[in-house]
Nanobody, 124 residues
Framework: QVQLVESGGGLVQAGGSLSLSCVVS????????MGWFRQAPGKEREFVAA???????HYTDSMKGRFTISRDNAKNTVYLKMNSLKPEDTAVYYC??????????????????WGQGTQVTVSS
């Protein structure tokens, strides 16, 4: 059984930074493309960023330059470093895993496994 466990959410002031982590167990990490999504109250789940097993990345345009996704294959962990946070970044952030493909998936339906989510709140 594949499990994804996120950590690192919390409360931060606008302009601040947070780092999220997601540890994966139950499947060979190298076979997975890892993604981060977020969901604000009353809104649909939104793609944030993803990283392939080889390190190729893809970001939503509004987060390029502020967010950085990375992975440590030896630790079965994917990270999301968030800088210059804005109140509109407030959401529950989810880690997700998809089977590795040639292209990086960007929709929730393409991801098989999900973490429980971690709350990020940015105050103004």
């Amino acid at each position: 059984q594949v499990q994804l466990v996120e950590s690192g959410g919390g409360l931060v002031q606008a302009g601040g930074s947070l780092s999220l982590s997601c540890v994966v167990s139950g499947r060979a990490f190298s076979t997975l493309t890892m993604g981060w999504f977020r969901q604000a109250p009353g809104k649909e789940r939104e793609f944030v960023a993803a990283i392939s097993w080889s390190g190729s990345t893809h970001y939503t345009d509004s987060m390029k330059g502020r967010f950085t996704i990375s992975r440590d294959n030896a630790k079965n962990t994917v990270y999301l470093k968030m800088n210059s946070l804005k109140p509109e970044d407030t959401a529950v952030y989810y880690c997700a895993a998809a089977l590795a493909r040639i292209s990086i998936p960007t929709t929730p339906a393409q991801y098989l496994y999900w973490g429980q989510g971690t709350q990020v709140t940015v105050s103004s």
